[in-house]
Structure formats: C-alpha cells, structure tokens
C-alpha cells in the first residue's frame, strides 16, 4: 500500500462533491489509484455472443439477432483489439506516471467484458484504496462517452456495497486537450503526404481529395441531451437548427467540428483541401433517427457529385480542378483502433471507396502515442494539484470535473435514472444534505 493509500485507509465519512466550483472544476485531492475504464471486447469466438448479449442487455435481442452482428468480431477470430490496446495504453500510463514520480497504481475495468467495474472496485478497495481517479477510454460528451461510465461507476458502489468507503471520481473531457489532438494533426499530414504520393504513382497527381473526420454515430436524443444544458440551447440557437438537423446544433457534434478545425490549423498542407463531418457504426432499430451522413453514403454521395460536376467541366461549365481521386479518413471520435476503426473503416468505408475508383487513406488513432499518454498524465496532476492551468484548444475551454446538471441524462425504459458519481446532482457517495 502506497502512503497516500495508507493515510486514507479508514472509513471517514466524505463528500466526494466538496470543493467543486461554479464552473465544474474540481480541487485537488490526494488520490491513490487511478481506475482506466473502458468499453471492453471478446478475446475468442466463445466470448462474442456473451459479450454482445452484454451491450445489448435490456433490449430483448434474440442470440440469432445478436449472431447477425457478429460478423466483425467473427472475421477477427472472435477477438476485439481493444482489449489489447487498453492494455497496452495501461502500461504506457504507468510508466509515465512513474516517470514523473507519481506513485499511483492503474487498474483496468470494463462495462461489457471482463475485467468488469464492479470487481476492479472490490480489487481496488481491498487493496486499501480510498480515493480513485477514472480516466475513461472516450473524449467527448454524450451518453454513452461520459454518463454512461458515471452510471457505470455509480451502480457498481452500490451493488458491491462500497458506496460511501470508496470514493470514485473521473477526470474531465479530453476531446479539446492538446495531448489528444496532435497524434491526429501528426497522422493527417502523413496520410496526406502518403496518399498523394499513390495518386502521383497512379498518374493522377491532379486529382482532388476529400478529408473525412469521423466519429461513432449516437442517437438524435442523446445528441440533444448531450452536454450541459446552458451550452446546449446556445448552440441550437447559434445554429437556428435542432440536433439532428445538421452538425454544430449539439454539443456531441460541435466538439468535434471544434477539434477537426484545430487539426486541420495544424496541418497546413491540408489548407484549400474540402473536409465533413461524417458518421458511422449506427446501430439500434432503424425507425430511431442518429445523426447522419454515415460514411459510405457521404463517400458515394461525394463520389456521384463529382462525377456530375466533372461532366459539366467537360463542356466549359466547370472550374480547373482535377477530379476527385481519394478520400482521406481522420477517426477523430475514438481513442484506439478498436473494433469500429477496423471493420467499419478499414474494411467497409475503404470498400466503398476502393469500388468507386477512389484511393483510401485512414490515419491512426491516439493509441499510446506519447503525446497522449503524457496529456492524460497531464489531467491526472490537474486533479492532484501538481500542475497549473487547464490545458485545452479550440473555442470550448477545458471542460467540467465534474458535470453539469442533467448533462447527458438518458431516462430508461422503466423511467428510472440511473444513479452516477462525478456529477454535481449525483447522489451516489454523497451525504444527506
């Protein structure tokens, strides 16, 4: 047990609300673990049916329903990389903590998979830890990003009986931290750089390109109900549309178009090169509206737009450009390259792209990057009080410790909200006032 472990190893009543600001943030406290929560993924063809059965619990889906799902997972030999990923970014972490002299330890928990949240909490309190630090494996506001691992967190200190002994926190936000944006800025001019030389190689140097940031698709609901609600409005009316209607109405889209123009500022060989936001992995019943365009139907619409511009070029109507010859992917929504990066980029958008004559590039996620383990690490000291300021780009500002009321709040199908830490109206932890 570490000395900070040892000094709050008691049972002292605590507010683990105490010392938040007006504006979210939290003050520092002695924490003495760090908990990296994520996802989760099978590591074998008997694990996917278990583990999708998992993410879909609640929602009645039939095993044979759930097989047809399965094909990613199947084609990989029932393995998602993300676990080995969260592996490899654990160690990363606590190198770098050690490198700074932070003598913390880092757990690994999963919602879907082993190792699961609840037990990684047994393990970490009988391990004689108080006070534990969540730095989750998302970047941006929406439910399933950030409410859903506080309910995660919430749920499973009641069920194991360590509400009120165990004090559970999450770091904030990190879409907007430099750390998380320059592997991106870093992989697009290489992507650019590697797929001009292809089209150079191919005769087609004076072909146009298109940059696509993309990013996990979410229901239009959770779209609305994303981010602090003052923010929220202002951003519909900043718009004049509602979520759904077009990106930059919500929260959920703005941060993203945020951090794709601050790489894109990065990057001034993409300068005069046309970019969208663009969506994918929906999943759910087809009647529930997600945000759009997905990604293979913004790669045939664009392809087909194009192609209808290049015939009026033909006849002296067009402007001298080349035609579209390549699409470059920035998976900007995700942290690894997990299931969604590899099947439904890798395999399926460069597909679409590949049957329109199109070149493909997809640049790499953040991974372990040393840039982002260190502006993780970075965040990790805010909340220890080790560092000064706030790092953060864009026109957001770093975002909330602690969130909002009724920030991403999902009501569930029996009406009941379920109960979160690291939220000003959180209650679990929390004592009577």
């Given at each position: 047990?570490t000395?900070?472990?040892k000094?709050?190893?008691g049972?002292q009543?605590?507010?683990?609300?105490s010392?938040v600001?007006?504006?979210?943030?939290?003050?520092a406290?002695?924490?003495?673990?760090i908990?990296?929560a994520s996802?989760?993924?099978?590591e074998?063809?008997?694990d996917?049916?278990?583990?999708l059965r998992?993410?879909t619990?609640g929602?009645?889906?039939?095993?044979?329903?759930?097989?047809?799902v399965?094909?990613?997972y199947r084609?990989?030999?029932?393995?998602?990389?993300?676990?080995?990923q969260?592996?490899?970014l654990l160690?990363?972490?606590?190198t770098?903590?050690?490198?700074?002299?932070i003598?913390?330890?880092?757990?690994?928990g999963?919602r879907?998979?082993e190792?699961?949240?609840?037990?990684t909490?047994?393990?970490i309190?009988?391990?004689?830890?108080?006070?534990?630090l969540?730095?989750?494996?998302?970047?941006?506001?929406?439910?399933?990003s950030c409410?859903?691992?506080?309910?995660d967190?919430?749920m499973a200190l009641r069920?194991?009986?360590?509400?009120?002994?165990l004090?559970?926190?999450?770091?904030r936000?990190?879409?907007?931290?430099?750390?998380f944006?320059?592997?991106?800025?870093?992989?697009?001019?290489?992507g650019?750089a590697?797929?001009?030389a292809e089209?150079?190689?191919?005769g087609?140097?004076?072909g146009r390109?298109?940059?696509?940031?993309a990013?996990h698709?979410?229901?239009?609901?959770?779209a609305?109900?994303?981010?602090?609600?003052?923010?929220a409005?202002?951003?519909?009316e900043?718009?004049?549309?509602?979520?759904?209607?077009?990106?930059g109405?919500?929260?959920?889209?703005a941060?993203?178009l945020?951090?794709a123009?601050?790489?894109l500022?990065r990057?001034?060989?993409a300068?005069?090169?046309?970019?969208?936001?663009v969506?994918q992995?929906?999943?759910?019943?087809?009647?529930?509206?997600?945000?759009?365009p997905?990604?293979n139907?913004?790669?045939?619409?664009?392809?087909a737009?194009?192609?209808?511009e290049?015939e009026?070029?033909n006849?002296?109507?067009?402007?001298?450009a080349g035609?579209l010859a390549?699409?470059?992917?920035?998976?900007?929504?995700?942290?690894?390259?997990?299931?969604e990066?590899?099947?439904?980029l890798d395999?399926?958008a460069?597909?679409?792209a590949e049957n329109?004559g199109?070149?493909?590039?997809?640049?790499?996620?953040?991974?372990?990057?040393?840039a982002?383990v260190s502006?993780?690490?970075d965040i990790v000291?805010?909340?220890?009080?080790?560092?000064?300021g706030r790092?953060?780009?864009?026109?957001f500002g770093a975002w909330r410790d602690v969130?909002?009321p009724?920030?991403?709040?999902?009501v569930m199908?029996d009406?009941?909200?379920?109960p979160?830490?690291?939220?000003?109206?959180?209650?679990v932890?929390v004592?009577?006032r």
């Open positions: 047990m000395d900070t472990a000094h709050a190893a049972n009543p605590f507010d683990p609300l010392g600001d007006e504006d979210g943030t939290m003050a406290k002695d924490y003495d673990s908990l990296l996802f989760g993924g099978p074998g063809q008997d996917v049916i278990p583990f998992n993410v619990a929602r009645g889906i039939p095993d044979e329903r759930l097989e047809e399965a094909t990613h084609a990989n030999g029932g393995v998602s990389p993300i676990n080995e969260n592996r490899a160690e990363a972490l606590q770098e903590l050690a490198a700074r002299g003598n913390l330890p880092v757990y690994w999963n879907n998979w190792p699961y949240i609840p037990q909490l047994e393990r309190y009988a391990d004689g830890h108080r006070k534990m969540t730095v989750a494996t998302s970047a941006y506001s929406c439910y399933s409410r859903q691992y506080r309910e967190l919430g069920s194991t009986g360590l509400e009120g002994k004090e559970a926190d999450k770091i936000q990190y879409f907007n931290h430099p750390g944006v320059a592997p991106f800025a870093e992989g697009l001019s290489t650019l590697e797929i001009r089209l150079a190689a191919a087609r140097a004076d390109l298109h940059i696509f940031f990013t698709s979410i229901p239009t609901s959770d609305e109900a994303a981010g602090p609600r003052p923010v409005a202002e951003l519909r900043k718009t004049g549309l509602a979520p759904g209607e077009g990106n109405a919500d929260v959920y889209s941060q993203h945020d951090v123009e601050e790489i500022r990057v001034p060989e300068s005069g090169i046309d970019w969208s936001l969506y992995s929906r999943s759910g019943a087809p009647h529930v509206p997600w945000l759009e997905d990604i139907d913004a790669i045939e619409q664009l392809a737009a194009h192609a209808s290049g009026r070029e006849h002296g109507e067009g402007a001298d035609p390549g699409v470059l992917v920035v998976p900007l929504g995700f942290v690894s390259d997990h299931m990066v590899v099947w439904d395999t399926e460069k597909e679409t329109l199109l070149a493909f590039r997809r640049t790499p996620t953040p991974g372990t990057h040393p982002f502006g993780l690490v000291e805010e909340r220890l009080g080790r560092r000064e790092a953060a780009v864009g026109c969130c909002a009724n920030c991403c709040v999902k199908r009406g009941t909200v379920r979160t830490v690291a939220a000003v109206d959180s209650e932890g004592p009577t």
